[in-house]
């Protein structure tokens, strides 16, 4: 397999002493693409990376259990493994790949290295702005974990995002701000997602607004319900990558189609 030799942030000169080597030893290129979301958004948080050609140089070693006998033993780098044999190398990982998880093992490998949030910002790192994208979305969701795995999703998919915590901090920014989609957790403090987008159809603004439901249930109960609360449609966490991505495009398709409609219907 081919590894990159480019800089996560795209600018060579930006490396500092704290950035992280990380070396690809031999992992498909599913799995490593979705490694390679989890450092890019490590990235624009402050947590400098760079891709390196060789393991000697690499401070974090990803690989898969197959794979380990190929390794120098003597390596000082943490080594990430995919697979179930607990007994081998720092981190284990057991197939399939979900985002949160991966998160969670690049989160430790980091640790382990003891490398730490660089205090100054890369310049090549911008604010996004939600004017330069076609839908911005709110995720209403206790879970930090959640919130970081679908802002990555979504600004992989060219979707900016805002975050709520609870169902009334979320009935206050659809107050303030207009989001073309929602990604709503049934479970959370305070009133529930139930009775969250029930209160969010009342307002004129939000009767048509997608609304995707997040539950940590896989009952039949729960999706009739989000149904009859007023739910566009209901995703089973962990939230699974192409499940995402399949409910975005279905999502976004129906945005556009409503938009157009709505154009003629002014023109008419």
């Not at 939000?206 to 319900?225: A, C, F, Q, R, W």
Request: with cysteine; glycine share 4%; proline share 3%.
């Amino acid at each position: 397999m081919n590894n990159t030799n480019d800089n996560i942030d795209g600018n060579t000169a930006s490396l500092s002493e704290k950035s992280i080597g990380i070396y690809f030893s031999n992992i498909n290129n599913k799995d490593q693409k979705i490694f390679e979301k989890v450092i890019a958004f490590n990235n624009s948080h402050n947590i400098k990376s760079h891709y390196c050609d060789e393991p000697d140089s690499a401070d974090i070693i990803i690989t898969t259990e197959q794979n380990m006998s190929q390794l120098d033993q003597g390596s000082s780098a943490v080594v990430v493994v995919i697979g179930n044999d607990r007994s081998l190398g720092d981190i284990q990982l057991a197939p399939p790949l979900l985002i949160t998880r991966v998160m969670k093992a690049v989160e430790n490998a980091i640790k382990k290295i003891g490398v730490e949030k660089s205090t100054n910002k890369p310049a090549s790192v911008k604010p996004q702005s939600t004017e330069q994208k076609h839908y911005h979305a709110l995720v209403i969701d206790d879970s930090a974990s959640i919130r970081k795995q679908l802002e990555l999703e979504l600004r992989d998919a060219g979707i900016s995002s805002d975050f709520a915590e609870s169902g009334e901090q979320a009935l206050e920014k659809i107050q303030q701000e207009k989001f073309d989609l929602i990604f709503l957790d049934i479970i959370m403090p305070g009133i529930d997602g139930y009775e969250t987008c029930k209160k969010m159809r009342t307002n004129a603004a939000y009767k048509k607004t997608p609304i995707i439901m997040l539950s940590g249930k896989n009952s039949p109960l729960d999706e009739v319900e989000g149904v009859i609360a007023g739910a566009t449609c209901y995703l089973t966490k962990p939230v699974k990558s192409d499940m995402l991505q399949q409910t975005l495009n279905r999502v976004t398709k129906w945005i556009d189609n409503f938009a157009d409609a709505r154009k003629e219907q002014m023109t008419a």
